[in-house]
């Protein structure tokens, strides 16, 4: 049998100006994600669809959930590998495109990792230990897109 594992948050919209969504402009697109026993995340829309710049939107959480995943997969490959990493920093980026109908995806995602080994020795194989980590990210299993690396190691 497989585990399976179960997830639960709550989204609550905090843009009602006093009209609801009267009109286009009458709310804003602010909410929260609140989970239990974690930090409250203030969340918008990206400014493009007149959201807030200074919080977060869906579209940096996707970007940010895909690295971070990625991230501890390749942790987890590089133990199991002898592989010591001292340091790891990832640079994504994403793609989206939004269709004639106002609806839209993304296209791709391509994770730069820069990751710092103890040794020499172990630059090759950590290079190549980012193809084994995307195989077991789940959240990169989980779209529909590809997920490119860019992979850079150093000592």
Known sequence: MHPEHN???????????????????????????????KIEIKGSSDPVFHGDKTVHNPEDLLLASLSACHMMSYLHVCVMAGIVVTDYEDHATGKMIVNDDGSGHFTEVTLNPIVTVSDSSMLEKANELHKKANQLCFIANSVNFPVKHIPQSKI
């Open 7 to 37: 997830y639960k948050l709550t989204v609550r919209w905090t843009g009602n100006k006093g009209t609801g969504t009267s009109s286009y402009r009458a709310y804003e697109r602010s909410h929260v994600i609140l989970i239990d026993n």
